[in-house]
């Protein structure tokens, strides 16, 4: 076809999530049939990007500025804590608009068949952040899965002997739905019905 290079680029994009061979082989063709206006703007947003986006030393969110943008923000009210599995998820929850609370970022969800347990989650600091008095309800927006109902139950129990309010997503979440991937009326719908954990 057309060189190492080509297959080393096609290679790469196939690696991106929604991604296949074919998918990548045409994302390829049109940046590589105008390079100055598709691959090059591209590659300096890619370079920029790399050099520029961190977590967020407070909830985990990926940005350009630490504390993240949503922390920072003095408008977001600082006695709720949407806990979520991934930075996908709190996009996601954003892109809805229906949380003006904080989040937190787990980096995933407890599997022993997995062997991911607390220790390998962004746990500690999620509860040194409630200890620290301010948070009032803390809402687990975990995906209705095994191990999301297994970190859910788990974090309430380490949760409750701090008074603080517990609730999780209500309805819309369907059982072994991911939250990144839901419309913004069904995330609207499952935050708004929220319940006690």
Not at 82 to 105: K, P, S
Not at 121 to 142: F, H, K, M, Q, Y
Not at 161 to 170: C, D, K, L
């Amino acid at each position: 076809m057309g060189g190492p290079e080509v297959e080393h680029l096609i290679g790469l994009l196939s690696k991106l999530p929604g991604m296949g061979p074919r998918s990548a082989r045409r994302a390829a063709l049109k940046m590589l049939q105008q390079p100055e206006s598709r691959m090059l703007p591209l590659a300096a947003a890619l370079r920029e990007a790399a050099e520029a986006v961190k977590p967020c030393a407070d909830c985990g969110n990926l940005d350009s500025q630490d504390p993240c943008t949503i922390c920072a923000d003095e408008h977001r009210d600082r006695s709720i804590i949407c806990v979520v599995e991934g930075v996908g998820d709190l996009w996601a929850l954003e892109r809805a608009r229906v949380h003006t609370g904080l989040y937190h970022v787990l980096g995933g969800t407890l599997s022993a068949l997995s062997g991911i347990g607390p220790e390998d989650l962004n746990i500690p600091l999620l509860l040194s952040r409630i200890a620290e008095g301010e948070v009032a309800e803390v809402i687990l927006a975990l995906g209705a899965t095994v191990d999301g109902a297994a970190t859910a139950h788990w974090l309430t129990d380490q949760i409750r002997p701090t008074g603080v309010a517990i609730t999780r997503v209500g309805q819309g979440v369907p059982m072994g739905g991911a939250l990144d991937v839901l419309d913004d009326g069904t995330l609207a719908a499952a935050l708004r019905t929220r319940r006690g954990a």
